[in-house]
Nanobody
Framework: QVDLVESGGGSVQVGGSLTLSCTIS????????MGWFRQATGKEREGVAN????????YYANTVKGRFTLSRDSAKNIMTLQMNSLKPEDSAMYYC?????????????????WGKGTLVTISP
């Protein structure tokens, strides 16, 4: 079993920054990837950023590229999403996720483990 707990959500104005953290615990031997998703009210879930544990190289959705930075502290099992230059369209519930090989980090299909989410609200 793998548990993920998000923190760091909140409300900021347009152009501001927030840092989301995800603490991952449990049996991580099968985990090969991890990342963040978001879902705004009335919209489909979308992948924001993800990395593979063997390389640590991050991948980003086009909508956040250049503004968000994904990193991982493997010693502490904490994954961090630094979000800068925030826009109103970034408002959503953000979820961290981790999985075994085969998960889809665009749609979230096949991702085994999920946190409960943290709310991000960007105000004009």
């Amino acid at each position: 079993q793998v548990d993920l707990v998000e923190s760091g959500g909140g409300s900021v104005q347009v152009g501001g920054s927030l840092t989301l953290s995800c603490t991952i615990s449990g049996d991580l031997r099968s985990i090969s990837s991890m990342g963040w998703f978001r879902q705004a009210t009335g919209k489909e879930r979308e992948g924001v950023a993800n990395l593979y544990t063997n390389t640590g190289r991050p991948y980003y959705a086009n909508t956040v590229k250049g503004r968000f930075t994904l990193s991982r502290d493997s010693a502490k099992n904490i994954m961090t999403l630094q979000m800068n230059s925030l826009k109103p369209e970034d408002s959503a519930m953000y979820y961290c996720a981790a999985g075994e090989p085969g998960g889809d980090y665009v749609t979230g299909d096949g991702i085994a483990y999920w946190g409960k989410g943290t709310l991000v609200t960007i105000s004009p």
